[in-house]
T-cell receptor, first 112, second 111 residues
Framework: DTAVSQTPKYLVTQMGNDKSIKCEQN?????MYWYKQDSKKFLKIMFS???????INETVPNRFSPKSPDKAHLNLHINSLELGDSAVYFC???????????FGSGTRLTVV | DAKTTQPPSMDCAEGRAANLPCNHS???????VYWYRQIHSQGPQYIIH???NNETNEMASLIITEDRKSSTLILPHATLRDTAVYYC????????????FGTGTRLTIIP
């Protein structure tokens, strides 16, 4: 009964490739997010979607394109991967109420 | 969002209460104090939040000073599984405001 699930858990790929990370939540939340945690462990928001509509885009390179087919899914597609994209990417969801966010377990992306 | 200041690291003996401080001297009247933790390699986990009254749940207690410029997260009986990075975050709580994480406090529970 995973609340926020991400796939894959690990992803190793070469520079220049295109890859996608999928996220699904079964909590009925309206809002989903993508966060990036770099090697220094800083967690930074990348995107936020509310009911399939983009509401936050934190000046992320346009090689990163989120897609939300429905409010339970928020996928992250990355084009032309670079070494600096290596990080752990976390998906999260929230109801917008006073109950905090629920995070997935993360996808560790390694670009070689 | 207002910024927070936390000590970079703390140790606590297993079974004792762990008290994690947070300063948020520029907090606004409509901003809540949230605490999250991140256990190694896992996603951040929500712990507790409050506005101005002390709060308690099954995981922890949150004590907010009367002037709201600082707060303390209390884990009453720390276990080894509480070893994690703890983040204190202040944010307005309407709509879907983003969470902005700082550097947090790395809490190590000592057996």
């Amino acid at each position: 009964d995973t609340a926020v699930s991400q796939t894959p858990k690990y992803l190793v790929t070469q520079m220049g490739n295109d890859k996608s990370i999928k996220c699904e939540q079964n909590l009925g939340h309206d809002t989903m997010y993508w966060y990036k945690q770099d090697s220094k462990k800083f967690l930074k928001i990348m995107f936020s979607y509310n009911n399939k509509e983009l509401i936050i885009n934190e000046t992320v390179p346009n090689r990163f394109s989120p897609k939300s087919p429905d409010k339970a899914h928020l996928n992250l597609h990355i084009n032309s991967l670079e070494l600096g994209d290596s990080a752990v990417y976390f998906c999260a969801s929230s109801s917008g109420q006073f109950d905090g966010y629920t995070f997935g377990s993360g996808t560790r992306l390694t670009v070689v | 969002d207002a910024k927070t200041t936390q000590p970079p690291s703390m140790d606590c003996a297993e079974g004792r209460a762990a008290n994690l401080p947070c300063n948020h001297s520029t907090i606004s009247g409509n901003e809540y104090v949230y605490w999250y933790r991140q256990i190694h390699s896992q996603g951040p986990q929500y712990i507790i939040h409050g506005l101005k009254n002390n709060e308690t749940n099954e995981m922890a207690s949150l004590i907010i000073t009367e002037d709201r410029k600082s707060s303390t997260l209390i884990l009453p009986h720390a276990t080894l599984r509480d070893t994690a990075v703890y983040y204190c975050i202040v944010r307005v709580d309407f709509g879907n405001e983003k969470l902005t994480f700082g550097t947090g406090t790395r809490l190590t529970i000592i057996p």
